[in-house]
């Protein structure tokens, strides 16, 4: 066998085994879409019911509570940005960085002094590179978030918004994290958790014109509120943890899908290139044996003579 | 009025229960509350404590609830627990060894929960 055809034999031999390997993590990360997906719609009674009863106190009460009502100079605001442990998932983990970077951006031309609180070993390795500062990171399980997680994320958050301003304390809470749209398409989004939006966020259960009734509060609204709330935005966190982990295996998939298809690709050019490098073998050698045997001939033709 | 309520009793990561139900006793932190059809619009703090539901069908269903709310309106009640465990879904051996640990311990958070849980687990039988 020629050097060119080896040298062929061998690529195609390692391109396939590339293949398999992508192949393999494409059919793992689509299995694990499907459970995430289905953890999202696990947790959206509770989400759903906790932001009723939160419109609910909001709107029909008078209550002031530090974490609706919005500071009068905002000087502080602390950012969570949830990427993901591993890598291979496409542009997934750059898009939510680079979304916290335009809202960190935005926030400090608005004159916010920003904490910045990193879930995920990508985004904490991102910003340790370029040596800016991490309020607080959490690692290790991006890829399957239980509501254990959300609430030790959600600690030093709620604790921070607690806290006065000039105390180490924040007025405002940002989350960016990767909205789970469809299998085709994952957004990175930032929304503002606190204080709340409560015209934003009665839209989304009170948008069928649904009137909300005049509750009892048991014991009393500031109490609720005060119970409420912490829960309200560890649920929010629970629910960008898993949306951002069904968007990163989606992400995921993807990626492996377009590396399986690169590769049959490049199998295939090689296994041209292949045929074409031993067929040029064979010409070559057709062609060595015809002139050694027109040469021999050649040369018979004249000693006859 | 209607003569029912549904019941939904969620989880932070999973629905619970639901159904139709005449009575359901909760555990606010001001007290036991009762909640029957066309109750007066209710949003309460919970206890940890157990959850009883009166069904339909006149049985009885019981769950562990540890934190939470209870909120009420238009014969619809939800309770939202982080935890909640329905009491057949209780291991009573677990449920006792994690007493007697937390017991050793001296975790009175643990000791609370594992309370409850058992409490939960003999009023279901």
């Known amino acids: 066998m020629g050097a060119q055809l080896r040298v062929y034999k061998r690529r195609i031999r390692s391109v396939t085994a590339t293949k398999k390997i992508t192949k393999a993590m494409e059919m793992i990360a689509a299995s694990r879409v499907v459970k995430a997906q289905r953890k999202v719609a696990a947790s959206t009674p509770y989400a759903q019911e906790l932001t009723r009863a939160v419109t609910a106190v909001g709107t029909g009460s008078n209550t002031k509570h530090p974490l609706t009502t919005e500071a009068q100079n905002p000087a502080r605001a602390a950012v969570l940005l949830l990427t993901s442990d591993r890598g291979l998932a496409g542009a997934f983990n750059s898009n939510a960085i680079k979304a916290a970077e335009q809202l960190t951006e935005r926030l400090e031309r608005e004159g916010k002094q920003v904490d910045t609180y990193i879930v995920g070993r990508r985004g904490v390795a991102h910003y340790n590179f370029r040596e800016r500062k991490i309020a607080e990171m959490f690692t290790g399980f991006t890829d399957e978030p239980t509501y254990a997680d959300a609430k030790k994320v959600a600690a030093p958050l709620i604790e921070a918004i607690e806290n006065e301003t000039g105390e180490g304390g924040v007025d405002e809470l940002h989350i960016v994290y990767t909205e789970f749209v469809s299998m085709m398409t994952q957004t990175a989004v930032d929304s503002r958790l606190l204080p709340l939006r409560l015209e934003e966020v009665a839209e989304g259960t009170a948008g069928k014109g649904e009137i909300l009734p005049l509750y009892d509060f048991e014991p009393s609204a500031e109490d609720v509120l005060d119970a409420l709330l912490p829960r309200y935005v560890e649920s929010r966190i629970y629910n960008a943890l898993l949306q951002s982990a069904a968007s990163k295996h989606a992400a995921t998939r993807r990626a492996m899908k377009s590396a399986t298809d690169n590769a049959g690709e490049l199998i295939n050019t090689l296994s041209r290139l292949a045929n074409a490098a031993r067929q040029a073998e064979i010409t070559q050698e057709i062609s060595e044996i015809v002139g050694g045997a027109s040469a021999l001939a050649d040369a018979n033709a004249g000693s006859d003579n | ?125």
Not at chain 2, 38 to 52: A, D, F, I, K, R
Not at chain 2, 66 to 88: C, N, Q, R, V, Y
């Open chain 2, 1 to 125: 009025m209607a003569a029912e309520l549904h019941v939904a009793l969620v989880a932070a990561d999973r629905e619970v229960w639901s159904g139709e139900a005449t009575l359901v006793v909760a555990r606010t932190t001001s007290g036991d509350i009762g909640v029957m059809p066309g109750h007066q619009p209710l949003l309460g703090v919970l206890e940890s404590g157990p959850v009883t539901i009166r069904t339909r069908e006149g049985g009885t269903v019981v769950a562990a609830v540890h934190g939470g709310f209870i909120s009420f309106a238009d014969d619809k009640l939800s309770l939202l627990a982080e935890i909640a465990e329905l009491s057949d879904e209780i291991d009573v051996q677990r449920a006792e060894q994690e007493l007697a640990r937390a017991k050793a311990e001296d975790d009175a958070e643990a000791q609370r929960r594992a309370d409850v849980r058992l409490r939960a687990a003999t009023a279901g039988r």
